[in-house]
DNA sequence: CTTTATATGTCAACATGACTGACGTAAAAA
DNA sequence: TTTTTACGTCAGTCATGTTGACATATAAAG
């Protein structure tokens, strides 16, 4: 019987390539939180206060259920998280003006303070990542990620230029 | 004053770039995990259990610390869902050989089985998107990947071939 | 103008999966 | 023989997700 991992076995490469692009994603996710939350427990907050902020604050004047459909957790898991930041003075509420209904989610300058703080690791990270992989490995990732993302998704990402 | 958005700017360019990264990265984990989430509901299972047949199936005859150091959380955190698989007769344990204070891990059939059906969902993803970026994307994305994770890990990445 | 639908919020109860800290056992290494 | 290592367990806590029920204000439809 023929050793599946050493003959040339082009279903064996593709499992073994496909089994690395999942542990890729498991081990670039693991380490790419861990600072970021480092930083968060000084607060007492958590991975959860750290999406809120990093998405308030790159969509400002979002609706609680833009923020809702990003995250796709329950309007109760973003209450609570949100509530703390509310009332601890990183985001504010307002109404939105033609719908009155909504709550309009923005960082305070506290809050843009910590969203810097807290992100500015992650895009070291990237930065240095990009750097040391150059320009057309950074374009490859990007189309890979693209299609691993569900497709409704796809346009919160523009081509560039 | 100067619209930092409209005119050429480098910085903004930089800056945009790497948030880009960032959310690809948190879109890309959040619909990888969507579908194994679901089956695993099926079975009382949650996203630890997977992580826990994922690597014991991936590296037969693992120790508890080699799956520590992969999952990076406690010992008593890993106990619960390790126990669980054990009872539940997903994982046996039996003493190493060489060292017999070692508990060597290995999937039954029926870990094997939930393994399969587990990861299948996620290869087909990645097979997926893989096909549709191309080879050379394939291998930018590697390459951007491997350094977001921390280097005393990206051994277990071993160059193809 | 009345009804219905939508956007948001709240209360309560529960599950999962992480944590810390303390303590225990068996086997390997010094 | 003593110390260290690999692993396990008990107990308590916290963060973050869930479901289900109910409430309020406003927009949209009839």
Redesign the interface.
């Known amino acids: 019987m023929t050793d599946v991992k050493t003959a040339i076995n082009p279903l064996f490469?593709?499992?073994e390539?496909?089994?690395?692009?999942?542990?890729?994603?498991?081990?670039?996710?693991?380490?790419?939180t861990?600072e970021p939350d480092a930083i968060l427990a000084e607060y007492g907050f958590g991975r959860a206060h750290h999406?809120v902020i990093?998405f308030v604050g790159?969509n400002p004047a979002m609706t609680v259920s833009d923020l809702l459909d990003i995250l796709?957790i329950t309007k109760q898991s973003l209450s609570r998280v949100l509530g703390q930041l509310v009332r601890e003075g990183f985001v504010v509420q307002r109404p939105g003006s033609r719908d009155r209904r909504q709550r309009l989610l923005e960082l305070t300058i506290k809050g843009v303070e910590l969203e810097r703080r807290l992100?500015e690791r992650?895009?070291v990270?990237?930065?240095?990542?990009?750097r040391?992989?150059?320009a057309?490995?950074?374009?490859?990732?990007?189309?890979?990620?693209?299609?691993?993302?569900?497709p409704e998704?796809r346009s919160?990402?523009p081509v560039?230029r």
């Open positions: 490469l593709r499992e390539e496909l089994r690395q692009g999942v542990e890729l994603l498991f081990f670039a996710y693991r380490d790419f861990a999406r990093y790159r796709r992100t992650q895009r990270l990237f930065a240095k990542a990009y040391d992989a150059g057309e490995a950074v374009e490859g990732f990007r189309k890979v990620m693209l299609g691993l993302i569900a998704d919160r990402f560039k």
